[in-house]
C-alpha cells in the first residue's frame, strides 16, 4: 500500500514570497491533516478536511496560509506572503475514518 | 481536547526496557490514548493506542490503569534505532476529532 506522498521535500524562498506544497493521501482516507512542525515541537495542527469540506481550520493563519482539497483527494497548502517564523516542516496525514493517522515525510521550508 | 503531559527527555541504555508515562487529567469517557513515534526528517508514526487495561503489539505495550489519567508506553529491550521521540495522544476516534500533539518525550537510547 503506498503511502502519503508530499512534494517537494525542501523549499527555500526569501520573505515575502509565496509557496506551495502538495499532498496525496492513502487511496480511501477521507480525513486529510495539514500540520506545521517547528524545529523541537510537537507537529501543530493548521488545518483538517473531510472528504472535500474544511472540518477545522481554527488555527489555520488565514491572512496568509490557504488550502484546499479539490475532490476531496489531493491537497494543497499555500503560503502567501511567507514570514521568516513560517521556517518549519509541514506534514500531511491521512486517516480512513479518523482514527490511525498515517503521515507523509514532510515538507521543509526555510524562509530567509 | 484532552491536555497531556510527559517528561521533555529520557535517557536509557541497550537492551533496557524503557517506561514513559503520559499525565491525561481530564481524558474524556469516549478518549483512546495513541502513542507516536517520530525520527528525524520523518512523519511520525502509530506505535499502539489503547482504551483500558493493556495493551500489547509487537513493538510495545500500553499500560492504563482504571481511572485512565495516565498511560505507561513500555519500550521492551530497546535498541539504538529506538532513539526518537515519542508522543501520547487523547481523543475520540470519530469524522471531525483531531487531536493535539505536545512536545513529546525525546528517548535516547546509548550503547
Known amino acids: 500500500e503506498a503511502g502519503v506522498a508530499q512534494s517537494p521535500r525542501y523549499k527555500i524562498i526569501e520573505k515575502r514570497q509565496s509557496v506551495a506544497f502538495w499532498c496525496n493521501p492513502i487511496?480511501?482516507?477521507?480525513?486529510l491533516y495539514w500540520y506545521q512542525q517547528i524545529l523541537g515541537q510537537g507537529p501543530k495542527l493548521l488545518i483538517q478536511?473531510?472528504?472535500?469540506?474544511?472540518?477545522?481550520d481554527s488555527q489555520l493563519p488565514k491572512d496568509r496560509f490557504s488550502a484546499e482539497r479539490l475532490k476531496g483527494v489531493d491537497s494543497t497548502l499555500k503560503i502567501q506572503p511567507a514570514k521568516l517564523e513560517d521556517s518549519a516542516v509541514y506534514l500531511c496525514?491521512?486517516?480512513?475514518?479518523?482514527?490511525?493517522?498515517?503521515f507523509g515525510p514532510g515538507t521543509r521550508l526555510t524562509v530567509l | 481536547l484532552a491536555k497531556t503531559t510527559q517528561p521533555i527527555s529520557m535517557d536509557s541504555y541497550e537492551g533496557q526496557e524503557v517506561n514513559i508515562t503520559c499525565s491525561h487529567n481530564?481524558?474524556?469517557?469516549?478518549?483512546?490514548i495513541t502513542w507516536y513515534q517520530q525520527f528525524p526528517s520523518q512523519g511520525p508514526r502509530f506505535i499502539i493506542q489503547?482504551?483500558?487495561t493493556k495493551v500489547t503489539n509487537e513493538v510495545a505495550s500500553l499500560f492504563i490503569p482504571a481511572d485512565r489519567k495516565s498511560s505507561t508506553l513500555s519500550l521492551p529491550r530497546v535498541s539504538l534505532s529506538d532513539t526518537a521521540v515519542y508522543y501520547c495522544?487523547?481523543?475520540?476516534?470519530?469524522?471531525?476529532?483531531?487531536?493535539?500533539f505536545g512536545p513529546g518525550t525525546r528517548l535516547s537510547v546509548l550503547p
Open positions: 487511496s480511501g482516507h477521507a480525513t
Open positions: 495522544l487523547v481523543g475520540g476516534y470519530s469524522y471531525g476529532q483531531n487531536f493535539v
Open positions: 478536511f473531510q472528504n472535500n469540506g474544511v472540518v477545522d
Open positions: 489503547g482504551y483500558k
Open positions: 481530564n481524558i474524556a469517557t469516549n478518549d483512546y
Open positions: 496525514a491521512s486517516t480512513p475514518t479518523g482514527g490511525e493517522q498515517f
